[in-house]
């Protein structure tokens, strides 16, 4: 089955314990991204990949590392988490066509909650 | 710069009515633009996408979206709501050139169907 998973899908911590929000695809998708929830705001994107050591930032990339070593995997890395990065991340990926048209396959979300 | 702005943050319909959501958008290229749903607790799925082809576009669901570039909108219709229409919407813009990769959503608008 086609699909994105991320993990953990829920997660309680503490200000300034580094980690680490896991995303695989098994669709051999080019294009993955991180995205952020939060209410009255929509998604907001955090970071973006195009390929294979590829990456980029998008609205929100403060706070936030990824890295893209594996066509399958992205991974979230939260260094140093502050209380304002409590909120639910959303990971996505599509092919990359000829324009941005390609629908985005989007996983089940991650909830993060920082004290 | 893209951006997008859902009118109506709620809008409420009984079984049967006519549905409309409302999205406008800003982008200094030629847009594609997406109407995306989310459950509760899920992630979110492609309802349909603009990719210049043809104003009018057709989605799953009985969905439709039309683009009108003079108003800079695209709004979601659907001519008799369902109750599993109830969800929350997010239309979002891409571009492509230098900004591909990145896309920008609404705020959402959370719809509500009564019986």
């Known amino acids: 089955e086609a699909q994105v998973t991320q993990n953990p899908r829920y997660l309680i911590t503490v200000t300034g314990k580094k980690l680490t929000v896991t995303c695989s695809q098994n669709?051999?998708?080019?294009?993955m991204s991180w995205y952020r929830q939060d209410p009255g705001l929509g998604l907001r994107q955090i970071y973006y990949?195009?390929?294979?050591?590829?990456?980029d930032k998008g609205d929100v990339p403060e706070g936030y590392k990824v890295s893209r070593k594996e066509k399958r995997n992205f991974p979230l890395i939260l260094e140093s988490p502050s209380p304002n990065q409590t909120s639910l991340y959303f990971c996505a990926s599509s092919l990359v066509g000829q324009g941005p048209d390609q629908p985005q396959h989007f996983g089940d979300g991650t909830r993060l909650s920082i004290l | 710069a893209q951006s997008v702005t859902q009118l109506g943050s709620h809008v409420s319909v009984s079984e049967g009515a006519l549905v409309l959501l409302r999205c406008n958008y800003s982008?200094?290229?030629?847009?594609?633009l997406f109407w995306y749903v989310q459950y509760p607790n899920q992630g979110l799925q492609l309802l349909l996408k603009?990719?210049?082809?043809?104003?009018l576009v057709k989605g799953i669901n009985g969905f439709e979206a039309e683009f009108k570039k003079s108003e800079t909108s695209f709004h979601l219709t659907k001519p008799s709501a369902h109750m599993s229409d109830a969800a929350e919407y997010f239309c979002?813009?891409?571009?492509?050139?230098?900004?591909?990769?990145?896309?920008?959503f609404g705020q959402g608008t959370i719809l509500t169907v009564h019986p």
């Open positions: 979002a813009v891409s571009a492509g050139g230098t900004s591909y990769g990145k896309l920008t």
């Open positions: 982008s200094s290229v030629p847009p594609y």
């Open positions: 990949s195009m390929n294979v050591e590829v990456t």
């Open positions: 603009y990719t210049s082809a043809a104003t």
């Open positions: 669709m051999n998708h080019e294009y």
